[in-house]
């Protein structure tokens, strides 16, 4: 009123530009009855360059009991390059009452890449990974976080031969972050190998001819997979189980083979034959039975 100021606001103007460009973000202010008062999405984004950006953001929340225990730190990394690779990190970090000894964090990943320019060579992965089992049932305030109690992972080397053989190596796990039986389960295969070929067994006749007849042993073609890994299953029970609480940790390390020759020809001009040969081979670092799955060691991470 005249030259008395009766009322202060806040007053913020975000950006209507199209395109990628470094700022603060727009904050979001509320509040209700199970959150208390909250200002989400506190942070800036960063345009690192054409390939990469980073957001950085936070949400202050008081919580019901206004002692701040959900408040959450946020960072996503993107970054993609055409015809190379692709993905991001999502990390986020639950600081409960600012209290560092009593955070938790959560990780999330995706990637994809291709390290030869042909794509025969690639590395690809997602997952994610936590610090303990409860963090997101704690944290949480999204139904999709909270019912999300599985935190799996894997990444897989990929190669492949012009002769269609092939070589996969594999990283992967699987954690329950849900009692099972009043067990916390968690399955890791540090690695998993498998490789695999097929085709003729000799080289064809490489005469110009196209009439002429094939010579019996060109005819004969094979398949041969190959698959090793070290399994380890670690077990966290609970006070609910009836051993009580406590842990075990077993590991399997094993391979198998199989090898198969067919051969595809006549006989006489009359009939097709097509016999074969397959042979396989199981290799255990610990004793197994086959009609006992429950002691399996090289075909355990396959069941």
């Known amino acids: 009123i005249a030259d008395v100021p009766i009322a202060i606001l806040p007053l913020m103007a975000a950006p209507l530009g199209t395109g990628r460009r470094s ?22 984004y960063w345009a690192i360059n054409d390939y990469m950006d980073l957001t950085a953001s936070g949400d202050l929340i008081e919580g019901e009991k206004g002692t701040f225990d959900r408040t959450v730190s946020k960072s996503l990394f993107r970054y993609n390059k055409r015809y190379t690779l692709d993905g991001q990190l999502d990390y986020r970090w639950y600081l409960k009452e600012f209290d560092p000894d009593r955070s938790g964090w959560d990780l999330h990943f995706n990637h994809a890449q291709r390290l030869t320019p ?8 997602q997952g994610s990974f936590v610090s303990t089992n409860d963090v997101r049932q704690s944290n949480g305030i999204d139904r999709e976080t909270v019912l999300d109690q599985q935190a799996n992972a894997t990444l897989t080397f990929r190669h ?6 092939s070589l996969n190596v594999t990283a992967s796990q699987e954690r329950k972050l849900v009692p099972v039986n009043d067990e916390l389960p968690l399955r890791r295969q540090l690695p998993d190998l498998s490789f695999s070929s097929g085709g003729a067994l000799f080289d064809p006749n490489q005469s110009s001819d196209e009439l002429t007849e094939p010579a019996w ?16 299953r670690q077990t966290e029970r609970i006070e609910e189980h009836p051993l009580g609480a406590g842990s075990s940790d077993t590991t399997w390390i094993g391979a198998t083979n199989n ?5 595809q020809g006549s006989l006489a001009k009359v009939f097709n034959v097509t016999p074969s040969l397959n042979w396989n081979n199981y290799w255990s670092d610990s004793e197994w039975d086959l009609t006992d799955s429950t002691r399996h060691s090289a075909l355990e991470p396959t069941n």
């Open 23 to 44: 700022g603060l973000l727009t904050p979001k202010f509320g509040g209700d009855q199970s959150l208390g008062f909250y200002i989400e999405n506190l942070g800036a």
């Open 118 to 125: 042909d794509g025969r060579t690639t590395l690809s992965g």
């Open 160 to 165: 492949q031969w012009r002769n269609n053989a």
């Open 217 to 232: 042993w060109e005819k004969i073609s094979y398949n041969y997979s190959l698959r090793g890994n070290q399994y380890i």
């Open 259 to 263: 090898l198969t020759l067919r051969y």
